[in-house]
């Protein structure tokens, strides 16, 4: 993929900007002014402080630190700032809705899985891009012809890799590149350079064989060990799927706000299902435990409640969280049996409380439970432009008032969000990169 990230894009940018190769727009009309897309690249870089760090590394900024723009950079610039940022940046939206085009097949080869029919379509799109390429750069004009250089054609040759192959990820060059950077340091002669990248392939290689028959494969990395538990942290059996982490805050019924705790028994009323002075009446000195983080296992995203925890002045927010409850969608016809259908919600996550309900006959509870709960102000979503429906992209402007309060299972990861200004006003565009899409990771 470095094939699009490393020339395609770049070229791009070069022909937006009017810096490709002494050429101008000729008969069309998609350059960016200088000062509009130095306003799109420092809003890039400036959504870094919305965006988690577990999306990798802070976004750079195009125009000024050109030179910092890797691979991986790139990759999550085209995929999910550079269609939100560009948005109405075009004189035509013609020119838009062909850099969205392209957004899309690439979304598709990165899955991790690829029908027939996928590559079926990615041998299409690709083909429909490069046509329309030919007529907004190229124009048909052979003194135009540096517009197409090599990495257009290659593009149409990547269902025919696919095939052959598989998906990009088993073929891409993150793993070498990954790889030249650990050979570089080993590199101590100027003289014999073959000799040290030899001497360092085989040690390596012992030393790993060595590790993996013997089983101390943690022990030579010579850093902490990173399995077993987390100091401080609190899991229980009935949530297997997830831990809390610190800080924590122990607290009982009286300090809460009444509007809290009224939110709390509701939930409880709506777990048990009873009504919810039922549970006023039988929960007379619940324990509380509030935690500021929560932690999805095997390979998941650290979830940060804003109550508990601060925000240092270089921090990246990680409190804006995707979130899956089970609705009745027919709620406001009360005559109707609920029906319950899954549906998606984004929102802030603003607490994290530990509710242990003892011993209570009425509530159908046999013995002391413990309950993980979530309290988070819910996005107000708002209509998609067509043009970025298709890349499950979401805008809203403002958060609920009132806190949903949800088991903390329903929590599922992080989501990134970008400040736009549209039409005077200020909204936020959220970005999940969860899903079925590939992507580097690199670890020890």
């Known amino acids: 993929m470095h094939l699009i990230w490393e020339n395609v894009i770049k070229n791009l940018i070069l022909l937006w900007t009017g810096e490709f190769k002494g050429l101008d727009a000729g008969s069309e009309d998609y350059e960016i002014a200088e000062s509009v897309w130095n306003a799109v690249c420092q809003a890039g870089a400036d959504s870094g402080s919305f965006i988690p760090s577990a999306y990798g590394a802070r976004p750079p900024n195009p125009a000024t630190e050109r030179s910092m723009c890797t691979a991986d950079s790139w990759s999550f610039w085209m995929q999910y700032l550079g269609p939100v940022l560009l948005y109405r940046k075009f004189s035509k939206p013609k020119y838009y809705k062909h850099f969205l085009k392209l957004v899309h097949v690439v979304r598709v080869c990165l899955q991790f899985e690829l029908s027939k029919t996928d590559v079926d379509d990615l041998r299409t799109g690709f083909a429909t891009w490069v046509e329309e390429f030919e007529v907004i750069y190229y124009q048909h004009n052979p003194e135009r012809l540096s517009t197409c250089p090599i990495t257009i054609h290659a593009l149409l040759h990547i269902a025919d890799s696919i095939e052959e192959a598989g998906p990009v990820w088993t073929s891409w060059a993150f793993p070498m590149e990954r790889f030249c950077g650990q050979m570089q340091p080993a590199i101590t002669s100027k003289r014999y350079p073959d000799a040290c990248m030899a001497r360092y392939i085989i040690e390596h290689a012992q030393l790993t064989q060595a590790a993996l028959i013997h089983g101390f494969t943690e022990a030579i990395t010579l850093q902490p060990s990173r399995s077993g538990d987390i100091a401080g942290h609190f899991k229980h059996k009935s949530y297997p799927s997830c831990i809390l982490l610190p800080p924590r805050r122990t607290t009982s019924v009286m300090p809460l706000e009444s509007v809290m705790l009224t939110r709390i028994f509701k939930a409880l009323a709506t777990r048990f299902d009873v009504s919810l002075a039922i549970v006023r009446q039988h929960i007379e000195a619940v324990s509380i435990e509030q935690w500021g983080k929560v932690q999805r296992l095997d390979g998941g995203d650290t979830m940060l409640a804003a109550g508990l925890t601060s925000h240092q002045r270089d921090s990246r927010d990680a409190t804006f969280v995707r979130y899956e409850t089970l609705v009745d969608k027919y709620a406001h016809r009360r005559n109707l049996p609920p029906t319950y259908e899954k549906q998606t919600f984004y929102g802030r996550l603003h607490h994290i409380f530990v509710v242990l309900v003892p011993h209570t006959p009425a509530l159908k509870v046999d013995g002391p439970t ?72 690199f670890e020890d």
């Open 370 to 441: 413990t309950i993980f709960l979530a309290a988070l102000s819910t996005c107000k979503l708002e209509p998609t432009p067509s043009s970025l429906s298709s890349l499950d992209i979401h805008f809203y402007s403002n958060l609920n008032d009132t806190l949903d309060i949800v088991d903390i299972v329903c929590l599922q990861c992080l989501v990134g969000r970008v400040p736009i200004d549209i039409d005077g006003g200020r909204k936020w565009a959220i970005i999940d990169r969860s899903g079925n899409l590939a992507r580097a990771v």
